[in-house]
């Protein structure tokens, strides 16, 4: 798998993706995007903390929060190699009440997600995900991947080996069910 985009997502996250054996995140773009753009290739993980913080996560899930603090310092460890395998609308706040047990979000959190920008869809993504037997050090432009925007560009595309699928097809398959459904 060759790996150009880089998406980002919190590192307490990736932990319950792990610990689950599934991916679903939101998105419905950042402050500094019109809308989150839903790439069709594989991408690679820059694991955040930005707004990872224990008002946002669930209490059981607090242990999942990293000490880091957010470094950009143009060098990370890609971990991950991901894909979108579905997309789903959210169209209203009850259908997050509905998804509540399958994320490590505070349901305040999401809602407020919800309602940041109320003409622009919010969807719930399932990933495929990749995880790397051995991590790659990979370079980035610091400048490009700050700020509140979902995805930057690796200085120069990488080829990701030797990776374990994450995801279990049945824990992963009730949640698309329960999506279809909304």
């Given at each position: 798998?060759?790996?150009?985009?880089?998406?980002?997502?919190?590192?307490?996250?990736?932990?319950?993706?792990?610990?689950?054996?599934?991916?679903?995140?939101?998105?419905?773009?950042g402050?500094?995007?019109?809308?989150?753009?839903?790439?069709?290739?594989?991408?690679?993980i820059?694991?955040?903390?930005?707004h990872?913080?224990?008002?946002?996560?669930?209490?059981?899930?607090?242990?999942?929060?990293?000490?880091?603090?957010?470094?950009?310092?143009?060098e990370?460890?890609?971990?991950?190699?991901?894909?979108?395998?579905?997309?789903?609308?959210?169209?209203d706040?009850?259908?997050?009440?509905?998804?509540?047990?399958?994320?490590?979000?505070?349901?305040?959190?999401?809602?407020?997600?919800?309602?940041?920008r109320?003409?622009?869809?919010?969807?719930?993504?399932?990933?495929?995900?990749?995880?790397?037997?051995?991590?790659?050090?990979?370079?980035?432009?610091?400048k490009?991947?700050?700020g509140?925007?979902?995805?930057?560009?690796?200085?120069?595309?990488?080829?990701?080996?030797?990776?374990?699928?994450?995801?279990?097809?049945?824990?992963?398959?009730?949640?698309?069910?329960?999506?279809?459904?909304?």
């Amino acid at each position: 798998m060759i790996v150009k985009n880089i998406l980002k997502e919190w590192s307490s996250a990736f932990k319950f993706f792990e610990l689950k054996k599934y991916g679903l995140i939101f998105r419905k773009g950042g402050i500094h995007e019109r809308q989150f753009d839903e790439n069709d290739g594989y991408f690679g993980i820059f694991k955040t903390f930005e707004h990872e913080s224990n008002g946002n996560i669930k209490d059981s899930y607090k242990s999942l929060l990293s000490t880091s603090n957010d470094s950009y310092t143009g060098e990370f460890d890609l971990e991950y190699a991901c894909k979108i395998q579905n997309s789903f609308v959210i169209p209203d706040i009850e259908s997050l009440n509905i998804i509540d047990d399958y994320h490590p979000w505070k349901s305040e959190y999401l809602i407020e997600r919800f309602n940041f920008r109320k003409s622009k869809d919010m969807k719930a993504y399932i990933l495929e995900i990749q995880k790397l037997k051995i991590p790659k050090k990979v370079n980035y432009d610091v400048k490009s991947a700050k700020g509140c925007k979902s995805w930057f560009e690796l200085e120069n595309p990488t080829n990701t080996f030797a990776t374990i699928k994450i995801n279990d097809p049945m824990n992963e398959n009730k949640i698309i069910n329960i999506l279809k459904n909304i």
